[in-house]
């Protein structure tokens, strides 16, 4: 069973439609397992939600509910709750300015989300009044308020356009900013993956100006910390060409679990689970965060053992993996180590006389029996099948194939005992000998 999200549907009906799918495959006698649906979803989504799949994959107790919840969260996410597409970004440099209300509007991706904290429909954990008492909104503003702003706005205090500014900031400078609602950033190339908005949304600032947000994606960082460097990777980062300089928003960071540590005397730490993980310097009025730019992550690339190297570019000799250093970038090796003794290069320039011998065949029907069994097939034939045994008759090359459930020796037997039988008894004739390749799964049982 296999389904791949067409891009003219949303997530939700995607998901829908997998769910349907399983249910007429249920209905014509086959059984799908939960781990085969969950490798079903999590394959049938696109590229966007790689790093969401692979952080699902990782987790040890996963059920098809937590991939569907988590797959309609992370498109509330990359795609909002549909509607407004208007983003502001609002520029006070010696106060905030008062920030709109957001609307209250109904999140079509909710409808099938379940929460695993209280067992409610319609929400996730991380947002569960039950858990979260502090994200229970309050009963406030007047039906005209409630009615202001349809759409959600983002705001990004430093946010300007860049001809405001004679000093243009380098591209590897991120400012951190409290009033910013997503990570903003005017340079294209630092994108690692990077997709066009069907429609460009609008950055307000509060000078009144509107700059204009036309992509979106993720962009990787080295973030130097007083124990060394550590890689970041921000998502959902809005590509504003027309702004000054790269903005990293403290509640998107909030949101993501992080901390952020304001200390006189330690300066601004960002923390994860206690562990700190980036930090900010002050630069005027502003904190900015201390990373490498890419000549200098480069250089700051940990030493690596030569052995890993000799992998890395397909057993290349020691020799001139020691002379990569110097023709590439961002190669550094451990000069104490040595590729040592490699098996597979042994294995390759081992080398076998040919032999002149010419073939003997077999002229009888079932004098000789050549006999072997698969790897394991994916995905799991519809009888429950994950494997395949063979016996080829050495005379004529007839192949006969027996489908197998398991790999085990007891199951192998079977399969060779109703072979045995129905060729016997077709062909009158007994079968003398079984040439096989000595594989586990026939020790066990044919040596009795």
């Known amino acids: 069973m296999t389904a791949t999200k067409d891009d003219s549907i949303d997530m939700e009906h995607h998901l829908q439609r997998v769910q349907r799918l399983k249910r007429q495959v249920k209905e014509q006698g086959e059984k799908i397992s939960d781990t085969i649906y969950n490798s079903v979803l999590l394959n049938s989504v696109p590229g966007d939600y790689k790093i969401t799949v692979s952080i699902l994959e990782s987790q040890e107790k996963l059920t098809p509910t937590v991939i569907i919840n988590r797959l309609l969260e992370e498109t509330r996410k990359i795609y909002g709750a549909g509607g407004g597409d208007t983003k502001v970004a609002l520029m006070g440099n010696s106060s905030l300015r008062n920030l709109a209300g957001k609307a209250k509007k109904k999140d079509p991706t909710k409808i099938n989300l379940k929460c695993t904290s209280c067992g409610k429909n319609g929400h996730v954990e991380t947002d569960c009044w039950t858990k979260h008492p502090e994200k229970r909104p309050t009963k406030s503003g007047s039906k005209s308020e409630k009615k202001k702003d349809k759409a959600e706005a983002k705001y990004a205090m430093s946010a300007v356009q860049r001809s405001e500014r004679p000093v243009e900031p380098s591209a590897s400078h991120w400012y951190l900013d409290s009033g910013a609602s997503e990570h903003f950033s005017p340079h294209r190339h630092l994108f690692d993956t990077f997709k066009d908005l069907s429609k460009p949304c609008e950055i307000t600032t509060a000078e009144g100006t509107t700059v204009m947000g036309t992509g979106i994606g993720s962009i990787m960082l080295t973030a130097v910390t007083n124990n060394g460097t550590n890689i970041l990777q921000l998502n959902n980062v809005i590509y504003a060409p027309k702004m000054d300089a790269n903005l990293l928003s403290t509640i998107t960071l909030y949101d993501r679990g992080y901390e952020i540590s304001m200390n006189p005397k330690k300066g601004v730490e960002i923390l994860k689970d206690g562990a700190i993980v980036a930090n900010a310097v002050r630069d005027g009025k502003l ?99 994950n494997y395949y045994a063979t016996f080829m008759d050495d005379a004529t090359k007839m192949s006969y194939i027996a489908s197998m459930e398991t790999k085990s020796a007891a199951e192998m037997l079977e399969k060779f005992k109703e072979f045995k039988a129905e060729v016997e008894n077709q062909l009158g004739r007994k079968i003398k000998r079984l040439h096989m390749d000595g594989g586990g799964e026939y020790k066990k049982m044919f040596e009795k």
């Open 287 to 385: 904190f900015k965060l201390r990373i490498l730019s890419g000549s200098q992550a480069r250089a700051a690339t940990a030493a690596e053992s030569i052995r890993l190297w000799h992998h890395r570019m397909v057993h290349l000799g020691e020799d001139n993996v020691r002379k990569l250093e110097k023709m590439a970038e961002g190669i550094k090796l451990d000069k104490d180590t040595s590729v040592g003794v490699c098996s597979f290069c042994l294995e390759g320039r081992q080398t076998r006389q040919p032999s002149h011998e010419p073939s003997t065949k077999t002229s009888e029907t079932l004098d000789l029996i050549h006999s072997d069994m698969s790897g394991q097939i994916s995905p799991t034939s519809r009888g429950g099948a």
